[in-house]
């Protein structure tokens, strides 16, 4: 049931994100636009926005897969490996993704694609090396869980639209330096100049804010990824151990950055500065830096996951 309720509550939320998301474009292309007295500027953001949307939504997998220097492999190459996605792909009703794998030693793992029939699931040889077969199914179950429930769809689109968002509020921000000032003073009673710093305060603070609802949404979509995973192979433990020994691992993942960091099952980056670690939230004995910092975390604290793996009663 669980499964079946984050799936629509994934497919009506990637259509809420595609709305404010293009809200916000627009309002700043209007604003900039009135300010500049040039609606060319609108018909831009607009346009530049949808076609990114669309290049981005079905080529997604690629440019992620392309950025974390990924190799396809077939069955030959990892016959216990293949075994186990397709088996828990069976037992899950999903189509078999493509397999891929990164070469490096920080055990993490990923998912991506725009939906179960174009999906993939990318491990690093750490991983494969460092986990055994009864965690390594926890984590494949977890990665499933995010393509079975359209997490990847959801996590495409705000990526795509995260980064649509900065660009052009870098644009607008540099143009605003060459001109724009002079023309937003020639409108009556100051209108444009108020126009042109409300641009310029949406301009600013619109990334910060694209950001943030990003993350929100990776961190929740976590919890109910390790929740589904554990009901697909009916052993929580095995993905809690799994987290504990990625967690354990202070390997940075190299070809990590901050584009992708939220797509794997784990903070890729070093545990030293992850604002989830134990070291960090004892730090703060009265909880507020912890509840700040973690609003910018791309992934809930580990700990916390594995508590709730644990307690859970299958």
Not at 269 to 293: K, L
Not at 299 to 310: F, N, S
Request: aromatic share 10%; net charge neutral; hydrophobic share 45%.
């Amino acid at each position: 049931m669980i499964t079946y309720q984050a799936i629509g509550k994934n497919k009506a939320e990637s259509w809420v994100l595609i709305f404010l998301f293009l809200i916000i474009i627009i309002a700043l292309g209007f604003l900039f636009s009135q300010a500049y007295q040039n609606p060319q500027i609108l018909y831009f953001a607009v346009g530049f926005s949808v076609i990114s949307s669309l290049i981005s939504y079905y080529f997604s997998d690629s440019i992620t897969l392309a950025i974390s220097k990924a190799q396809e492999i077939n069955r030959q190459d990892n016959q216990q490996l293949y075994n186990i996605v397709e088996n828990l792909c069976i037992a899950a009703g999903l189509p078999m993704p493509k397999i891929y794998i990164i070469e490096d030693s920080a055990p993490n793992a990923f998912a991506t694609g725009r939906d179960p029939k174009h999906a993939v699931i990318c491990y690093t040889t750490g991983i494969l090396q460092k986990l055994n077969k009864t965690e390594l199914e926890g984590v494949t179950a977890h990665e499933l869980s995010h393509i079975g429930n359209y997490d990847i769809r959801v996590m495409t689109l705000v990526v795509v639209l995260v980064g649509t968002l900065t660009l052009l509020a870098d644009f607008f921000l540099r143009a605003s330096w060459f001109g724009g000032r002079r023309r937003s003073n020639d409108r009556d009673g100051g209108i444009g100049q108020w126009l042109f710093l409300i641009g310029i305060l949406l301009a600013l603070i619109s990334p910060i804010i694209a950001t943030l609802i990003k993350l929100a949404v990776s961190r929740q979509r976590e919890y109910l990824a390790d929740a589904s995973g554990a009901l697909l192979t009916r052993y929580p433990e095995g993905l809690a151990s799994a987290l504990e020994k990625i967690s354990a691992d202070s390997t940075p993942l190299a070809e990590a950055n901050k584009a992708t960091a939220h797509l794997y099952i784990a903070n890729p980056f070093h545990q030293d500065i992850d604002e989830n670690s134990p070291r960090a939230q004892a730090s703060d004995s009265h909880g507020s830096r912890s509840w700040f910092a973690n609003m910018f975390n791309t992934h809930p604290p580990i700990e916390d996951r594995i508590k709730r793996l644990r307690e859970m009663n299958l």
